[in-house]
C-alpha cells in the first residue's frame, strides 16, 4: 500500500515537480515579520471563501425584479444551511473589504511599495477598487428597498463626473433609469467580470510577491 | 503507567491531526451537501382536501365532471395545476360513490365522458375506459385511478387531491 502509494507520489512528482513547487511558494525565504503581515493572505482566504459561498448563492438566487427578493427570502427561510451560506457571503463582503484596505494600509506604512515592489502596488490598487466594486454590484442583487435607492445614489454619484458622467450612468444602469437591465449587468459584473478580473489580478499580485520575497519590516536605519 | 498504552508524540499528532481536519471536513461538507439537496429533502405534502360538488346536483348513473387547481410553492414561484375528475353514483345509496380522475393512465391526457360510447374517450390515442375506469381498448396499462373522497352533512363531496392507482 504504502509502496504504491509512493511510486504514485514520485511519478507524479517527477512530472509535475510538487517539490519544486514546495520549495518555491511555500518554503521561501521570510524576514521576521509580524501578524501585520498576514493581512494578504488573510485578504486571499476572504476572496476564495466569497467565491465558494458566492457559487452556492448561484444555486436559488434569481436576478429577475420579480423574484431577486423572494428567491433571496427562499434562501433565508427555507434552504437548509441557506442562513449559514447568505450570512458568510453578507459579512464577508465587508470583513473583505475592510482587510483589503488595512493591509493596504500596512504596505503603505512599512514603506513596501518601494523599489522593486512599485507594480505591486499598482496591481494592488486595482485589487482595492475591484473588491469596492464587487461590494456595490453585490449590494443590489437582493433588490430591496435599500438596495434599490442605494444602487440609484450610487450609480447618480458616478453620473456627476463631469463631460462623461451621463454617459456612464447610463452604461452603469443599462438605461437612464434602474430596470431589470440594471439588476442583469450587476449580476454578470458580480459573478462573472469582477472575480475573473480579481482572480486573474491577485495571481500576478502573488507572482510579483514571490519574485520579489517580502519586503523586510523597516528599523531604525531606514 | 507501562509503555503498554504509550503513544508516541507522532502517533498523537498524526491522531489529532486526522480528528481535526476530519471534523472541520465534517462541519464544512455537512451543509455544504445539505444546501445543495435541500429541495430534494422537502416531502410532497397532500394539499387540502377540497369541496367538488354538491351530490344533489349529480344524478344517479351517469358521471359528472368536476375540476379543481392545486397550487404548490417551488422555491418563489407558485405553480397552478388544474385536476379533473368524474363524480359517479352508482346508486341512489349516497354512499355508493365513486370519485375517479380524469387523468389518463397512459400518457395523462384527459379523458372525456361520451354518452353514446358509454364510456371515457381518451383523444390522445383512441383509448377507451368504462364507467367504472377498467380499460376497454386502447394503450393505456391500467384503470383510471381515483381520489378518495367524504361527504359531509349538506352532501358536498369533499375529496383529498391526491390521485390513487387502482392496483
Ligand atoms: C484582493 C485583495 C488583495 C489580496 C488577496 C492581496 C494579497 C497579498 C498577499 C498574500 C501578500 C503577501 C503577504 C502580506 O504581505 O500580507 C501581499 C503583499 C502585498 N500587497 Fe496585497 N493583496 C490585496 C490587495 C492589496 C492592495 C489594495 C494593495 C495596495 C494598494 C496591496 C499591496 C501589496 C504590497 C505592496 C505587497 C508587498 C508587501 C511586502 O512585500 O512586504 N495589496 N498581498
Ligand atoms: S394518453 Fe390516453 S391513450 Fe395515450
Known amino acids: 500500500m504504502r509502496a504504491l502509494w509512493q511510486k504514485l507520489y514520485g511519478w507524479l512528482d517527477e512530472r509535475i515537480g510538487f517539490d519544486d513547487f514546495y520549495k518555491n511558494l511555500l518554503d521561501r525565504p521570510e524576514p521576521r515579520g509580524n501578524w501585520w503581515n498576514t493581512l494578504g493572505s488573510a485578504s486571499l482566504f476572504l476572496f476564495i471563501m466569497q467565491v465558494l459561498t458566492g457559487i ?137 467580470i469582477l472575480p475573473l478580473l480579481l482572480g486573474g489580478l491577485i495571481g500576478f499580485h502573488l507572482f510579483l510577491i514571490i519574485k520579489h520575497g517580502e519586503s523586510h519590516w523597516p528599523d531604525k536605519e531606514d | 503507567m507501562s509503555g503498554s498504552n504509550h503513544i508516541s508524540r507522532r502517533d498523537f499528532m498524526k491522531l489529532t491531526t486526522g480528528a481535526i481536519g476530519g471534523f472541520i471536513a465534517a462541519v464544512i461538507g455537512i451543509p455544504s451537501i445539505a444546501y445543495l439537496i435541500s429541495p430534494a429533502l422537502r416531502e410532497d405534502k397532500a394539499g387540502k382536501p377540497v369541496s367538488v360538488a354538491n351530490l344533489e346536483n349529480v344524478p344517479v348513473g351517469k358521471p359528472y365532471p368536476f375540476s379543481f387547481t392545486v397550487t404548490r410553492v417551488n422555491g418563489w414561484e407558485r405553480t397552478s395545476t388544474a385536476y379533473g375528475g368524474f363524480i359517479l353514483r352508482r346508486s341512489a345509496d349516497p354512499a355508493d360513490v365513486l370519485v375517479l380522475s380524469s387523468r389518463c393512465t397512459h400518457l395523462s391526457c384527459r379523458v372525456n365522458w361520451n354518452d353514446e360510447a358509454a364510456g371515457f374517450v381518451c383523444p390522445c390515442h383512441d383509448a377507451m375506459f368504462d364507467i367504472e375506469g377498467k380499460v376497454l381498448y386502447g394503450p393505456p396499462p391500467e384503470p383510471l385511478g381515483h381520489f378518495e373522497h367524504e361527504i359531509d352533512g349538506e352532501g358536498n363531496v369533499i375529496i383529498t387531491p391526491v390521485e390513487i392507482k387502482e392496483g
Open chain 1, 56 to 192: 452556492f448563492l448561484t444555486v436559488y438566487y434569481n436576478p429577475s425584479p420579480d423574484h431577486a427578493y423572494e428567491s433571496i427570502l427562499y434562501i433565508m427561510n427555507d434552504v437548509q444551511f441557506g442562513w449559514l451560506v447568505r450570512g458568510i457571503h453578507h459579512w464577508g463582503a465587508s470583513l473583505m473589504v475592510l482587510v483589503v484596505f488595512i493591509h493596504m494600509l500596512r504596505t503603505f506604512v512599512t514603506a513596501s511599495y518601494k523599489y522593486p515592489r512599485e507594480l505591486t502596488w499598482l496591481v494592488g490598487i486595482g485589487l482595492l477598487l475591484i473588491t469596492i466594486g464587487m461590494g456595490f454590484t453585490g449590494y443590489l442583487l437582493p433588490w430591496h428597498q435599500m438596495a434599490y435607492w442605494a444602487t440609484t445614489v450610487g450609480t447618480a454619484i458616478a453620473g456627476s463626473v463631469p463631460f462623461l458622467g451621463d454617459f456612464i450612468l447610463q452604461a452603469l444602469r443599462g438605461g437612464p433609469d434602474l430596470s431589470a437591465l440594471t439588476l442583469q449587468r450587476f449580476y454578470a459584473a458580480h459573478i462573472w
